[in-house]
């Protein structure tokens, strides 16, 4: 007899975790790798009043930030597909569910704080400041800035696949039997 704790899971829920866990960690290795590359590829260059000016992501710690926990997001992701296909198999460690767990609560963290810090400089970029008179610089660098929005939207489609993953892990780490 069965209680709770000891049952087995079926064969479509360890399919459709594997499947899961697989499938969202390519498209976070692929979604944060197409976030850098927008991120280092966002320059341009301009002259105004007859001073050349450059907007680059380098000129500013929170967008290098962002690209550098992008990167990190990339390489752990492509490197956590072997853990994930190592648990695909039935008997697998169970202690390799919370060891992915707390991966993947890492990586959300760090990752929802390089987006978070990057888009509050893009705020100020867009918008800029009067108390401290900063002026919007998105207003003559467009293309700049355009690319850097669009790479910090890639940046939180890959938060919001590591929060699922972080959900998903946590709930098949919750069924370790002790």
């Known amino acids: 007899m069965e209680t709770e704790n000891n049952k087995i899971p079926s064969p479509n829920t360890h399919l459709s975790f594997m499947a899961s866990q697989i499938w969202l960690r390519i498209v976070a290795a692929a979604t944060s790798i197409a976030a850098v590359i927008l991120m280092l590829n966002s320059r341009q260059s301009k002259v105004l009043y007859g001073t050349s000016l450059d907007a680059r992501y380098t000129y500013s710690p929170a967008f290098k930030f962002f690209t550098f926990m992008n990167v990190v997001a990339c390489a752990l992701s492509v490197l956590s597909l072997l853990p994930a296909f190592k ?75 590591y929060v699922l993953l972080t959900i998903i892990s946590a709930n098949k780490s919750r069924q370790i039997p002790v």
């Open 87 to 161: 648990l695909g198999r039935k008997s697998s460690n169970s202690v390799y569910y919370f060891y992915l767990f707390v991966h993947d609560l890492i990586l959300a963290i760090l990752l929802a704080a390089g987006s978070g810090a990057a888009t509050s400089f893009a705020q100020v970029g867009k918008y800029g400041n009067s108390h401290t008179g900063w002026m919007p610089v998105c207003d003559n660098f467009g293309k700049f800035c355009h690319k850097a929005v669009f790479s910090l939207i890639l940046g939180y489609i890959v938060v919001f696949c």
